[in-house]
């Protein structure tokens, strides 16, 4: 009988190194499945704006976002990455917590932590941001300031005030445009009072 029992463990030994083996296979396809949700999710966190998309108007977000096509307006991105790909048309003022530039942007860069301008970009507009970098070979036409309290302000400023500052800024424009309206039937009264 002591045999059989000492037998039967070595027995077991093998079929159960080769139950773990099975296991361990079972135990790993779980790991490598649960393995890309966490990148699944990180891909979540970066939007994109593919090359044929055109934005016209205040574009804003949550979360890092990379840019192929073409905006026009405003781009706020307060606490998130900005990416302006190769293919990117921006023309726009952008507020992001850091911004690389690939593509073509003309407005003002405003970066709470760091603007990079690639070698591939062409530039026109004003950066403010702590960091700046323009690389060899990029092309930009502007003016930089590495000022963190002006960045602060100007991000601190767009977050709330986009909607009521656009409404300002029309009805300071609409008497402009009205008053030339006005004088013209104006003058014309007045000449042919004259004549």
């Known amino acids: 009988m002591f045999d059989r029992h000492k037998k ?3 027995e077991a030994s093998p ?3 080769h139950q773990p083996a099975a296991s361990t296979t079972a135990d ?3 790991v490598a499945a649960s393995a890309p949700t966490p990148a699944a999710t990180q891909r979540r966190d970066t939007a994109v704006i593919g090359a044929s998309i055109q934005i016209d108007g205040h574009l804003r977000g949550q979360e890092n976002l990379i840019i192929e096509g073409e905006v026009n307006g405003t781009v706020n991105l307060a606490s998130h990455t900005l990416t302006i790909g ?3 048309r921006i023309k726009a003022n ?3 917590h850091t911004v ?3 593509g073509t942007m003309d407005g003002d860069l405003y970066g709470a932590e760091q603007v990079l301008i690639r070698k591939t970009a062409r530039m026109k507009g004003n950066i ?3 960091r700046v970098s323009l690389e060899d070979g990029a092309s930009f036409k502007g003016s930089i300031e590495m000022d963190p309290e002006a960045v602060k302000a100007a991000i601190g400023g767009v977050s709330a ?3 009521s500052a656009s409404p300002v800024a029309a009805v300071q424009a609409a008497p402009a445009q009205s008053a030339p309206a006005q004088s013209a039937p104006a003058q014309s009264a007045a000449q042919s009072k004259a004549g």
């Open 8 to 10: 039967s463990p070595p």
């Open 15 to 17: 079929a159960s190194s």
């Open 28 to 30: 790993t396809r779980p």
């Open 86 to 88: 190769n293919q990117a």
């Open 94 to 96: 952008v507020f992001a």
């Open 100 to 102: 690389y530039v690939d």
């Open 128 to 130: 403010t941001s702590p």
């Open 161 to 163: 005030p986009p909607r």
